[in-house]
């Protein structure tokens, strides 16, 4: 599932293509519910010659800033990505100017193609992007501190934090030393500071390697040209229930915490008493 650092690195290798600047010339629409809250023609009609100003990201939003004033926000979710070539389960089609032509690839459909007015209709319900100067270590302090819930879903949920999923938060308590369901309002400072720097830690090193991806299914993960991202050997928790962890070699434990599969170290990420 695409997450900041995959969705990151398909905005920037759009704007390495040279997207930004062209104008949409044509839409095919393949999946018409991809695309809310329009009908597919009310939406081919709105975008149809415009130009693509800018191609941006928050959290694990891509936006799309039209010479219309009106913003595309697209959401991967599980299995969504743009290519510049042709492929199979491409619902969405926009030819552009200087013959150029993108792909919406999505095997598993649930990806969301949201045209707004203003973008802060989304926007205003995400917490700061992990990535920002506006997620701070005060913030995530006093954050975590006010609630009394399960570290992992709260580091998960976008209206605190975005950009974080499943990979980068077993990554980030994995680094930090921090179980997974250690009750927020338990945690010392100097974990707090520690959880803090190991998201920003792993999200960027994710970044740098273009993203990560697991198994070789078709749903996986890839980049604009179709490779799969490099990150996933440096992956130390996420998918390696059953392996040693790399810290102690202690076996790596698989769970679920708030729906979500979870793996951990148990020697590493003590439990404690609370
Ligand atoms: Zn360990």
Redesign the pocket.
Known sequence: MPELPEVETIASQLRGRGVEGKIILSVKINWAPTIEPYSAAQFSKAVKGTTIHEVSRVGKWMMFSLSSGQTLMVHLRMAGSFAMEKGSHDRIVMKLSDELTLYYRDTRKFGRWKLVDDPQVILSKLGPDALTRQFTLKYFSAAMKKRHRMIKPLILDQGIVAGLGNIYADEALWESMIHPERLSDTLTDAELGNLFKAIKQVLKTGVKNRGTSLGDGKTNYRQVDGESGDHRAQVKAYGRSGKP?K??E?ILEKTVVAQRGTTF?S??QPRLEQ
Do not use: H
């Open positions: 962890c810290r102690c202690s170290c020697a590493c």
